[in-house]
Nanobody, 125 residues
Framework: VQLQASGGGLVQAGGSLRLSCAAS????????MGWFRQAPEKGREFVAA????????YYADSVKGRFTISRDNAKNTVYLQINSLKPEDTAVYYC???????????????????WGQGTQVTVSS
């Protein structure tokens, strides 16, 4: 499945954004999905993940209570609502489809086989 992330931008601290990840060439209803981010000179970091049916979600401790992952399988799209943005949230955000053992390894980048190109989020203080 091909993934296209969008919705990033430049926002002030405390602001909000809604990222979207649109899929093509297949249906995401077959996949658990995740969001990761990568800041300059840092490794790729898990942000959030959602089971194929939306029945279970997972979050990094650093974003709990501020970020919400959701999905609309009918629209073949996954979303990441990000609120109360902080400068440390500045990164390229990637969406990905899980092709590995998601139930246990939902937080590992290696669990995800299909990746989008990323969307830049920049938070000014």
């Amino acid at each position: 499945v091909q993934l296209q992330a969008s919705g990033g931008g430049l926002v002030q601290a405390g602001g909000s954004l809604r990222l979207s990840c649109a899929a093509s060439g297949g249906t995401i209803s077959n996949y658990a999905m995740g969001w990761f981010r990568q800041a300059p000179e840092k490794g790729r970091e898990f942000v959030a993940a959602i089971r194929w049916d939306g029945g279970r979600t997972y979050y990094a401790d650093s974003v709990k209570g501020r970020f919400t992952i959701s999905r609309d399988n009918a629209k073949n799209t996954v979303y990441l609502q990000i609120n109360s943005l902080k400068p440390e949230d500045t990164a390229v955000y990637y969406c990905a489809a899980a092709t590995g053992y998601f139930a246990v390894y939902w937080h590992l980048a290696t669990t995800y086989g299909d990746w989008g190109q990323g969307t830049q989020v920049t938070v000014s203080s």
